[in-house]
C-alpha cells in the first residue's frame, strides 16, 4: 500500500501537520508585515517563529489563531484549507493563543475566568464540576492551580497557568504562546518547559514565539527565522547553533558569548544602608552595593522588587528616606541630579522618551540637555558632535534636527547612550555609567551594539551598573550581579559561581540553605 501524500509542510509522509501556512501574505498600511510566507508545526512538537521587533513574527501568529485574515495565501488545519474569521472562531477548531498579556479578571476565580466567555459552556453548570475538570487538567500538564482561587492573589507565573488550562479546557490542540518566559523566574521557566513537553507527549502542537537564543534552543524541535516579513530559515534545533540563528535573524555574524571583565580596582559607586518609600511603603530596605571601576555589576530580579527606586534614587531623582549614595568619592546623597553627575555619574534610565529624553525636542537639543554650558550655547559645535554620534553609534535618523519622538526604540537607546557616554575615558568624562533596561525593545543587532558598548565603558575603567529584569542579560553582562527581592539583596555573588537554580529561588523570594 502506498502512502496518501503528506498534507501542507508536513515533514511526515502520509499525515498533514497540525497546522500550516501557506504562502501568506499579509499587508497593512505602508507595511508588507508577510511576505509569502510558509510555516507549519505537526502532531506533537515545538516549533519557534523567531526574529527581531517588526520581523512579521506575531503578525503570524495572529493568522494563525484568526485575529488577522491573509490577504494572500491559504491557512490549512489537519490538511484541511481554513478560513478563520476570529480567536473564537479559531479556538471553536482547536486552536488557541496564549498572550503575553493576561487577559483575566482578576475579581472572578480560576475556574470563573477558565468558563468566563465559553460559547461551548453549558448554560447551566456546577461550580464543583468546573472546579474539579480545571484542577484534573492542572495535575496532568504539571499546571498546579486552585481554581478557587482569586486572579488577584496569584503571582504572574500562576496567572500564566490559568491562561494555559483556559486554552486546554476548551479544547486546544494548537497552542501558540507568546514570549511566555518573559515575566517568569527561572524556575517557572523550567516548570513552563515541562509543561509543554507534558502537552507534546499527549499530541499538542505548540507554537513558540520568544527571541530568548537560549531558551528556543532548550525548548523546541524546530525553529523558523523570520526578518523584513519573509522566513530566512527553517532549521531542526539539533542542527543549529545559538550563532548561526542570530545570523539568520540579523543577516550577518553576531556575538553571543559572554565577555568578563578583568582586574577590578577601586570602588566608584557605593550605595549603603539605603531605604526608599513610595506610598508609604518601603520599596528599597537597607540596600547596600558597590560597583569598582573596570567591572559591569548587574542587579537582576522580577518586576516591582525595588529596581525602579533604587536607579532613580542612585540618580539622585528621588530622596532616600535613609542609607547613603556615594559617586567617587563623594557624598551625592539627596542632593540632586546635578550634584550626581558632577561627581561622575552617567543615567540611562529605562523610560526613554519622557525621562532619558525629550520627544518634541530635536537630537541636537536632546544632546544638550546634560551639558555643562554657559549662557550661550555654540549650536554648530552641538551639531557637529551629533553627525559624529550618528555616524559613530549607528543612528538611523533623517537628520539632527529630527524630533526624539521619530525614532525607533533602538534608536532612541543609542542616542541616550551617545550623550552619556560622551568623553568616556577622560578625567571630565563619565566614571559611573547606571543602565537600566539597557536592551529592552531592541532587535538583536542593536543590543548586541549597545552591549559593545559597555564592556567598552569597562574596558576604559568605568564602573557600570545594569539593572534589568531580563535575567539572560544580566548573566551575560555582568562580572558580578545581585537579585533584588522586596527591596533587599536576597543574593550575590560573581555571576560564574551563582547557579541558575540559586538566582531563581532568590527571584521567588525563597532561601536557600547556604546561599550568599
Request: hydrophobic share 40%; glycine share 10%; aromatic share 4%.
Amino acid at each position: 500500500m502506498t502512502a496518501s501524500p503528506a498534507g501542507p509542510g508536513s515533514d511526515h509522509p502520509g499525515r498533514p501537520a497540525a497546522i500550516a501556512a501557506v504562502q501568506v501574505t499579509k499587508r497593512f498600511p505602508g507595511v508588507l508585515a508577510n511576505d509569502k510566507v510558509d510555516f507549519h508545526v505537526d502532531v506533537g512538537e515545538v516549533h519557534t517563529i523567531l526574529g527581531e521587533n517588526g520581523a512579521g513574527k506575531s503578525t503570524l501568529a495572529a493568522m494563525l489563531c484568526g485575529l488577522y485574515q491573509p490577504d494572500e495565501g491559504q491557512i490549512f488545519l489537519s490538511g484541511a484549507p481554513v478560513r478563520l474569521r476570529s480567536p473564537r472562531e479559531g479556538l471553536a477548531k482547536g486552536i488557541g493563543m496564549v498572550h503575553q498579556h493576561f487577559r483575566l479578571v482578576e475579581r472572578f476565580t480560576v475556574a470563573e475566568n477558565v468558563v468566563l466567555g465559553d460559547p461551548q459552556q453549558a448554560r447551566f453548570i456546577k461550580a464543583t464540576e468546573v472546579e474539579a475538570r480545571v484542577g484534573e487538567i492542572g495535575e496532568r500538564f504539571g499546571l498546579p492551580i486552585n481554581p478557587r482561587a482569586r486572579i488577584a492573589d496569584l503571582t504572574v507565573g500562576q496567572r500564566q497557568r490559568v491562561e494555559i488550562v483556559k486554552m486546554l479546557y476548551r479544547g486546544a490542540d494548537v497552542l501558540l504562546l507568546d514570549e511566555p518566559t518573559a515575566v517568569l523566574t527561572p524556575n517557572e521557566v523550567d516548570a513552563l518547559f515541562q509543561t509543554v513537553e507534558a502537552m507534546t507527549a499527549e499530541g499538542k502542537a505548540i507554537v513558540f514565539i520568544s527571541h530568548k537564543l537560549g531558551e528556543v534552543m532548550a525548548v523546541s524541535d524546530r525553529v523558523t527565522v523570520m526578518r523584513a516579513g519573509a522566513v530566512t530559515g527553517e532549521v531542526a534545533t539539533a542542527d543549529t547553533s545559538q550563532r548561526h540563528l542570530a545570523e539568520l535573524m540579523v543577516g550577518r555574524p553576531v556575538e553571543v558569548e559572554t565577555r568578563r571583565g578583568q582586574s577590578p580596582s577601586d570602588v566608584a559607586l557605593s550605595v549603603q544602608g539605603l531605604d526608599v518609600v513610595e506610598d508609604g511603603q518601603k520599596v528599597v530596605d537597607g540596600l547596600d552595593l558597590e560597583v569598582r571601576r573596570g567591572e559591569i555589576v548587574g542587579i537582576a530580579g522580577v518586576a516591582g522588587n525595588g529596581q525602579r527606586p533604587l536607579a532613580r534614587a542612585i540618580a539622585g531623582m528621588i530622596k532616600p528616606s535613609a542609607g547613603s549614595v556615594s559617586i567617587c568619592g563623594k557624598d551625592v546623597t539627596a542632593k540632586g541630579t546635578k550634584a550626581a553627575r558632577k561627581a561622575g555619574l552617567a543615567f540611562v534610565p529605562e523610560d526613554r522618551l519622557g525621562t532619558g529624553l525629550v520627544p518634541g525636542l530635536s537630537l541636537t537639543d536632546n544632546m544638550l540637555l546634560t551639558r555643562k554650558r554657559g549662557f550661550f550655547v555654540n549650536r554648530s559645535e552641538a551639531r557637529a558632535e551629533v553627525e559624529t554620534a550618528i555616524v559613530d553609534y549607528e543612528i538611523k535618523t533623517p537628520s539632527t534636527e529630527a524630533q526624539a519622538r521619530l525614532l525607533s526604540g533602538g534608536n532612541s537607546q543609542k542616542v541616550l547612550l551617545a550623550r552619556e557616554l560622551a568623553n568616556l575615558g577622560t578625567p571630565d568624562g563619565p566614571q559611573v555609567v547606571v543602565v537600566s533596561s539597557p536592551t529592552r525593545g531592541l532587535d538583536i543587532g542593536a543590543a548586541e551594539f549597545v552591549r559593545g558598548l559597555l564592556h567598552e565603558a569597562r574596558e576604559r575603567g568605568a564602573a557600570v551598573l545594569i539593572i534589568s529584569e531580563d535575567l539572560e542579560e544580566v548573566r551575560s553582562l555582568s562580572d558580578r550581579m545581585a537579585v533584588l527581592y522586596r527591596g533587599r539583596v536576597a543574593v550575590e555573588g560573581p555571576t560564574d559561581q551563582l547557579s541558575i537554580e540559586q538566582i531563581g529561588l532568590a527571584m521567588a523570594g525563597v532561601a536557600e540553605e547556604g546561599a550568599a
